[in-house]
């Protein structure tokens, strides 16, 4: 089965120790009671004085951020905006073209709503998901923000989660971006650094989508939003409460599919079609095998719904553009996944995996002399059992071809020194080694051991600690509504982007983001038809 790329199993304090609800009105309260002892000082008469201004000023921002909606940003703000929003300023789906009033809605329109849950690339997967769903249903998909982070909102069940998103929010908390420095993070600031929130046409190019079906955004998970925005009461919502991760899964021809795939509970798609309330709303929507369809129509959906599904952003693009210029074009990438919960704890197996589909699958040495060649570079002895070998040897293997190779021999033969050991190794292989791609989480790339394999054996490596000149578009890209820049949280994006221009990528075992690389954007930009594995 499946899992989760991050979060579930990691903390599960993503609430605040807010009340909720926030207390607007009070910005000014953290900054003044959190000196009280200060005001009878008349030495620090005068820093009291600075830190009023502060909070004045504080108040004026998060005036502003909390009345913020996309599209509804005043002129300072909006020039942030144009600088971050990949396409025109004023195409998000979240932009606000009613300034806060409620939207008019046809009578006749119903909707349905989800809830995101974990790292991106399982919000991404759950977003396609619903995509398909609301297609299929003809609602208009109410579609929650991106949220970016290293500390994503578990999985919890449906009333659970809404109350977990609803908490971890910023609204009213615009004051935190601009905290004066010197002065301790007020406590309702504590987790405000740790995430973002972006529309999803930030990254994704859904103007094709949206040519078919009905977008809204919900910028805002507190309770009553269906009521406030749209005027949908409860008892018009028909809600489908999931008790466990993989509950429902919705099917298109009941009873004959397979039961066994990890969901508690088939939903009938024609079942869903009969239900008349005006809004429908599901919890979880993750998971690649949460649709099971037979008919063609909907397959067909599906598969243009996943081919849209690329990262767009022009200046991602175009950073990763140049750094594959850099390389030559020709060079074989890895995206390695060893730094959180359970890739750290699979790293070692994972990372030999992937080097063995690098020399093995992809450079075609055979099984013995790929075993010869880790015993040089390792070390050691012990060689491969045959256990392992289960897992290491691929038996449909696609060895890269004459144009691959030559490719490759081309943009590696003037840049890269031959080394020891590629010497030694030399007989085995007859050319000059490839450039490789780290794309990886791992911090300190030089000198971590996980990578030691692939530079013993690739003479030539590079990641984006090496590129770092490429980078610097980056530093402009800040979020308007919270003030965050976005560079750290795009950075990964950048990876997997230079990774799928590769002439092959290998992937780690399990991550739902190494299969969105392989699956979707590699094979996108090699001009292949897109994988889908639907079968967890
Ligand atoms: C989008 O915004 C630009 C300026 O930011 C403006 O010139 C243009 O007319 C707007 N387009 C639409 C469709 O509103
Ligand atoms: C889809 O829903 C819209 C209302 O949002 C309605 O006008 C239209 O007729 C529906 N289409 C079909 C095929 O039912
Ligand atoms: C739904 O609830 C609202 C109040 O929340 C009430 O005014 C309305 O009559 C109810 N409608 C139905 C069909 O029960
Ligand atoms: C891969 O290696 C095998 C021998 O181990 C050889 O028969 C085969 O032609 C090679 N394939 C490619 C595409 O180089
Ligand atoms: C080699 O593989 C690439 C796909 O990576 C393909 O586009 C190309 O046509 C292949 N070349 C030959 C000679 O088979
Ligand atoms: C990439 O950068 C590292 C230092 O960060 C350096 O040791 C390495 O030689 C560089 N790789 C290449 C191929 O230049």
New binding site residues.
């Given amino acids: 089965m499946m899992t989760l790329d991050r979060g579930v199993h990691q903390r599960t304090r993503i609430p605040r120790t807010r009340p909720y609800p926030p207390r607007a009105s009070t910005p000014l309260g953290p900054c003044v009671q959190a000196h009280p002892r200060n005001r009878r000082n008349v030495k620090l008469g005068t820093l009291l004085l600075i830190f009023t201004f502060a909070c004045v000023a504080c108040f004026g921002s998060a005036y502003y951020l909390f009345r913020t909606r996309w599209g509804t940003l005043p002129d300072h703000l909006r020039a942030l905006y144009a600088d971050s929003a990949p396409f025109e300023a004023n195409t998000s789906i979240c932009d606000d073209n009613t300034h806060g009033r409620r939207a008019p809605i046809d009578p006749n329109e119903r909707f349905l709503a989800y809830l995101p849950h974990s790292g991106f690339n399982n919000q991404r997967i759950a977003f396609e998901n619903a995509l398909v769903l609301s297609r299929i249903l003809n609602r208009t998909l109410i579609v929650p923000p991106v949220r970016l982070g290293d500390k994503p909102v578990p999985y919890f069940p449906l009333d659970r989660l809404s109350r977990t998103l609803a908490l971890a929010e910023k609204n009213g908390l615009g004051h935190c971006a601009h905290v004066p420095p010197g002065l301790s993070t007020p406590p309702e600031c504590s987790d405000y650094f740790d995430f973002s929130h972006i529309p999803w046409d930030w990254l994704i190019d859904l103007s094709l989508v949206k040519s078919k079906q009905k977008l809204l955004c919900r910028w805002s998970f507190a309770e009553g939003w269906f009521n406030d925005i749209l005027g949908i009461s409860e008892n018009q919502t028909f809600l489908m409460r999931d008790h466990n991760l993989y509950h429902y899964r919705f099917v298109d021809n009941v009873g004959s599919s397979n039961r066994n795939n990890g969901y508690l509970e088939d939903v009938s798609i024609d079942a869903l079609v009969q239900r008349k309330q005006k809004l429908l709303l599901f919890g979880s929507l993750f998971g690649s095998a949460r649709l099971q369809f037979h008919r063609e129509e909907h397959l067909e959906m599906r598969r243009e719904i996943r081919e849209a599904m690329l990262i767009a952003h022009p200046i991602l693009n175009r950073i990763s553009t140049s750094i594959s210029k850099a390389l030559g074009d020709a060079y074989l990438a890895i995206h390695l996944r060893a730094s959180e919960s359970k890739f750290e704890r699979a790293s070692e197996p994972n990372s030999r995996e992937i080097w063995w589909t690098l020399i093995h699958q992809f450079l075609n040495l055979t099984l013995d002399d790929t075993s010869r060649l880790e015993r040089i570079i390792q070390n050691n002895e012990r060689g491969v059992t045959a256990m392992e070998l289960n897992r290491l040897n691929s038996p449909n293997r696609v060895p890269l071809n004459d144009t691959e190779r030559s490719a490759l021999d081309m943009a590696s033969g003037s840049?890269?020194p031959r080394s020891q050991m590629y010497a030694s190794a030399q007989s085995l292989l007859g050319n000059n080694p490839p450039l490789l791609y780290i794309a990886t989480d791992l911090r300190d790339?030089?000198n971590h051991p996980l990578l030691l394999r692939f530079r013993a054996f690739f003479p030539?490596?590079?990641?984006l600690?090496?590129f770092s000149s490429h980078l610097t578009l980056l530093n402009q890209l800040v979020n308007p509504v919270d003030g965050l820049p976005l560079r750290r949280h795009f950075l990964p994006f950048v990876d997997a982007l230079i990774a799928s221009k590769a002439v092959r990528v290998a992937g780690t075992r399990g991550s739902t983001f190494s299969y969105y690389i392989e699956d979707i954007l590699w094979r996108r930009n090699h001009d292949l038809p897109i994988k889908q594995r639907g079968t967890f």
């Fill in positions: 840049v890269c790339t030089r030539c490596t590079f990641d600690s090496n």
